[in-house]
């Protein structure tokens, strides 16, 4: 797998390892190799309402096509935007692979 790891500890490593060579061997399966995964990727950050309205900014969209890209409501991106509420969930989530990916990956 090539997501982006972690370490939290080296017991972590340790069993990252040993999933990673059991799953060559075919002693896993790749479900199970993604539940070792899931514990070593990296926390998903906060977005901000300053970092919403950038990310919105680097791609040229409108509030209302932002959330349609989202699937979210646009009076949502605007109570983002202006701090009166702050993304969770799956929104989290489909921000920060937007920011790191591009729009490409959600359209």
């Known amino acids: 797998m090539t997501t982006k ?10 069993v990252h390892e040993t999933a990673q060579d059991l799953l060559e061997l075919d002693f896993i399966n790749k479900n199970r190799m993604q539940q070792y995964e899931a514990m070593c990727l990296q926390p998903i950050p906060d977005y901000d309402q300053v970092k919403i309205r950038a990310l919105r900014d680097r791609y040229k969209l409108s509030q209302s096509a932002f959330a349609i890209v989202l699937n979210t409501s646009p ?4 109570k983002w935007e202006v701090g009166d509420k702050h ?3 799956p929104s989290l989530k489909l921000l ?12």
């Open 75 to 78: 009076s949502t991106i605007r």
């Open 96 to 107: 920060n692979l937007l920011d790191r990916k591009g729009l490409e990956v959600l359209i």
């Open 87 to 89: 993304p969770s969930g």
């Open 5 to 14: 790891r972690i370490v939290k500890s080296s017991i972590l490593e340790a």
